[in-house]
C-alpha cells in the first residue's frame, strides 16, 4: 500500500476515532430451509481490527460472514457495513472478500492477471482501458502475494495454494479498507500459508479491517487481536484469541477450542494442518 | 468466389451467417463459463413457440420469437433461483414445453404445417430476406454491444455468484442480462443454422478456442474467429456442394473443436513437461496441470 491510498482512505473515511465500526451485526438469524445456522448473533468489528470467527464445522462461522456480506439474506436482524445499513451500502470498492475457494466455472481459461484485475470491478469506469494507477494496483497485488511471475498464467494451472493467493491478490487490487477471508489457510500447504500470513500482516499494519473466518488459527494466531467462537449459531466466546497450553502449544498442533462441540462426528474434525495438502483445483 | 457472390441471395446470407458467427461465442464464452452451456438449446426450443405464435397471429415470427424467448429466458432464470433446481431441471422443462408448444400452435395456424417449422428448424439461410438482414445487423450490433458494456461484471458473474455479490453487483439483473442476450442471439442465428442447432455455434467454437487458451479474452476473441470462419466457410461449402447450409457450418465448427483438442494436446504434452521442470520444487502436480475438463457439457450439445 502507497502513503497515499493511506491518507485518501483516511480523509474519505473521516477520523478514525468517531468512524462508525466496520461491520454492526445485531440479532442476526439465517435459516436455510428452516434449519436455524444463525441464533441471534450480535458482533461490532471496530475499523482497524483483525478478528477470527472460529468454530466447527456447520457452526455457522461462514454463514455470519456471507450474512455481513449480504451474499446470504439475514431472515431477522440487521446488518450495518461502515455505518450503513446492508441494502443501502454502496462503497463496495471498500470490502474485499476472499472466498473459501477459486472457482474456475465451466472451464472457460482466464489469466491470474485477469482475475486479479477483476478485484477492481466496483470502481473500474466502463468501456475504458485500465488507468496507469489501475495497472499499478494489480501488479503490487500481484508481487504482494508473490505471483507477478506467474501472472500470464492460467489459474486453472496453479496449486491450490497459488490460486488461494490469487484470490487474496484479487481482494488487495481494489485497495480495500476492509477484508473479509474465508478460510483462508483451508487446504493450503505450509510455505503457501507463511506467505498468506506476512500478507495478512501487512494489511494489519496498514490498518486494514480484516475479519477471518477459521477453523484453527495456525500461523496466525499472533496476528489475532481479537477471537470470536461460533457454537451451534450462537456466539460461545468472544474475547482475547483462544492461546493453546500445555500439549497443545505444541507447533503445528490442530488447535480445537474447548467451547467448541467436540463430541459430534462433524464437530471433532478439525482441518489437519497436513504439509503440502491441496484443495482440488476443480470439480 | 466471385459467382456466389454474384448471386443477391448469397450476399445477404453470408452477412447474416458472418454476424450469427461472430455473435453467438461472444455470449457462448459467458454461458460456457456459468455452466449454462445447453441454455441456447433450451431458448432455441421456446423460439419455435413464438416462431408459431406469429404464424399463427399473422405478425412476423422474429418478433414473436424475440418475445417469447426472452419470455422463456427470464422465466428460466426464476426457475433456477427459486426452486434452487439445477439449471438442467428448469432447461429441461423448457425443451419439452417449447417444442410441444411449438408443434401445437403450427397446427393452429392457417396455412401452416409443421413443414413450416421445419425452415426454423434448421434453418434456412438461402431464404434471407433484405428486412432479415436489417434485424439481424441491429440485434447483433445490440448483443455486442451489451457484452462491451457489463463484459467486466459478467466474467465476475460467470467466474462466482458469491464474489458478485460481495463486490455489489446487481446479480439477480446480471443473470437476467446474460439470458436474455442469449435469447436475442438465439433469434439472430435462428434463421442461420435453425433452432436445433443454434447452440453449437455459441458453444463449440468457445470449447474449441479453450482447448489453446490461456486467458478469458483471448478465448473469446479466438471463439468468434472460428465461429465467423466456420459461418462463413459452411455456407460457401453447401453453395458449391448443395447440402444444408446450418448443418454444414456446425459440422465445420465440430471439425475445428477436434483439431484444436489434437492440438492442445501436443502444445500441452510438450508444454507441460517444461512447466513441470520450472515448477518441479514447488509441487508434484506440475505435470498434470493445463489439461481442461474434459466433462464439459457444451462438448456433447450436438
Not at chain 1, 500482516?201 to 496476528?223: F, K, N, Q, S, Y
Request: charged share 15%; net charge neutral.
Amino acid at each position: 500500500m502507497t502513503s497515499e491510498t493511506t491518507t485518501a482512505r483516511g480523509a474519505a473515511a473521516g477520523d478514525p476515532a468517531s468512524a462508525p465500526p466496520a461491520f454492526r451485526v445485531e440479532g442476526a438469524v439465517v435459516a436455510y430451509d428452516r434449519d436455524p445456522v444463525l441464533r441471534g448473533v450480535d458482533l461490532t468489528v471496530p475499523r482497524g481490527q483483525t478478528l477470527a470467527i472460529l468454530g466447527a464445522n456447520g457452526s455457522g462461522k461462514s454463514t455470519l460472514m456471507r450474512a455481513m456480506l449480504g451474499i446470504t439474506p439475514v431472515a431477522a436482524g440487521t446488518v450495518e457495513v461502515h455505518g450503513t445499513p446492508l441494502r443501502r451500502f454502496r462503497d463496495w470498492n471498500r470490502i474485499g472478500y476472499v472466498p473459501q475457494r477459486l472457482f474456475v466455472g465451466g472451464g472457460v481459461p482466464a489469466t491470474v492477471r485477469e482475475v486479479v484485475a477483476s478485484g477492481q470491478i466496483s470502481t473500474r469506469r466502463r468501456l475504458h482501458r485500465a488507468t496507469r494507477e489501475e495497472r499499478a494496483a494489480v501488479q503490487e497485488a500481484l508481487e504482494a502475494v508473490g505471483l507477478a511471475d506467474r501472472a500470464r498464467a492460467a489459474v486453472h494451472e496453479l496449486s491450490g495454494g497459488q490460486q488461494q493467493r490469487v484470490l487474496i491478490a484479487r481482494a488487495l487490487a481494489g485497495r480495500p479498507d476492509t477484508f473479509l477471508m474465508d478460510e483462508p489457510m483451508a487446504g493450503v500447504d505450509a510455505e503457501n500459508q507463511l506467505a498468506l500470513a506476512s500478507a495478512i500482516a501487512r494489511l494489519r499494519e496498514d490498518g486494514t479491517t480484516v475479519v477471518l473466518v477459521l477453523h484453527e488459527t495456525g500461523p496466525l494466531e499472533t496476528l489475532i487481536e481479537r477471537a470470536v467462537v461460533l457454537s451451534h449459531g450462537e456466539i460461545a466466546h468472544d474475547g482475547a484469541a483462544p492461546r493453546p497450553t500445555g500439549d497443545c502449544a505444541r507447533p503445528g498442533h490442530d488447535h480445537v477450542h474447548p467451547h467448541e462441540d467436540g463430541a459430534g462426528p462433524a464437530g471433532g474434525v478439525a482441518l489437519p494442518m497436513v504439509t503440502g495438502a491441496e484443495v482440488p483445483r476443480r470439480d | 468466389m466471385t459467382e456466389m457472390l454474384s448471386y443477391d441471395f448469397m450476399q445477404r446470407a453470408l452477412i447474416a451467417a458472418a454476424l450469427v458467427g461472430l455473435v453467438a461465442p461472444v455470449i457462448g464464452t459467458f454461458l460456457v463459463q456459468r455452466r449454462l452451456a445447453l441454455l441456447g438449446d433450451g431458448i432455441g426450443h421456446v423460439a419455435l413457440t413464438g416462431v408459431a405464435l406469429g404464424f399463427l397471429t399473422g405478425t412476423s415470427p422474429v418478433l414473436s420469437a424475440l418475445i417469447v424467448s426472452a419470455l422463456g429466458a427470464a422465466a428460466i432464470e426464476l426457475v433456477r433461483v427459486r426452486a434452487r433446481t439445477g439449471g438442467d431441471v428448469a432447461l429441461a422443462l423448457l425443451f419439452y414445453g417449447g417444442i410441444a408448444g411449438g408443434v401445437l400452435l403450427i397446427g393452429l395456424a392457417p396455412g401452416a404445417n409443421n413443414a413450416t417449422l421445419t425452415a426454423f428448424l434448421f434453418g434456412s439461410v438461402s431464404s434471407v430476406s433484405e428486412e432479415d438482414v436489417a434485424v439481424v445487423i441491429g440485434l447483433a450490433v445490440l448483443v455486442v454491444a451489451v457484452i462491451a458494456y457489463f463484459g467486466r461484471e459478467l466474467f465476475v458473474l460467470c467466474m462466482d455468484e458469491d464474489t458478485a455479490r460481495a463486490a455489489g453487483l446487481p446479480v439477480r439483473f446480471l443473470s437476467l442480462l446474460v439470458s436474455i442476450t442469449a435469447a436475442v442471439t438465439v433469434v439472430i442465428s435462428m434463421r442461420v443454422v435453425g433452432v436445433l442447432m443454434v447452440s453449437a455455434l455459441m458453444v463449440v467454437p468457445v470449447v474449441a478456442a479453450q482447448q489453446l487458451t490461456r486467458s478469458f479474452r483471448v478465448t473469446a476473441a479466438l471463439a468468434v474467429a472460428i465461429g465467423v470462419l466456420s459461418a462463413v466457410g459452411g455456407l460457401s461449402t453447401a453453395f458449391y456442394v448443395d447440402v444444408a447450409p446450418g448443418a454444414a457450418i456446425v459440422l465445420l465448427t465440430l471439425a475445428v473443436f477436434a483439431v484444436a483438442v489434437t492440438a492442445g494436446r501436443l502444445v500441452r504434452s510438450r508444454g507441460g513437461r517444461a512447466a513441470g521442470e520450472r515448477t518441479a520444487p514447488g509441487g508434484g502436480k506440475g505435470a498434470a496441470v493445463g489439461t481442461m475438463p474434459q466433462d464439459e457439457p457444451g462438448s456433447v450439445t450436438t
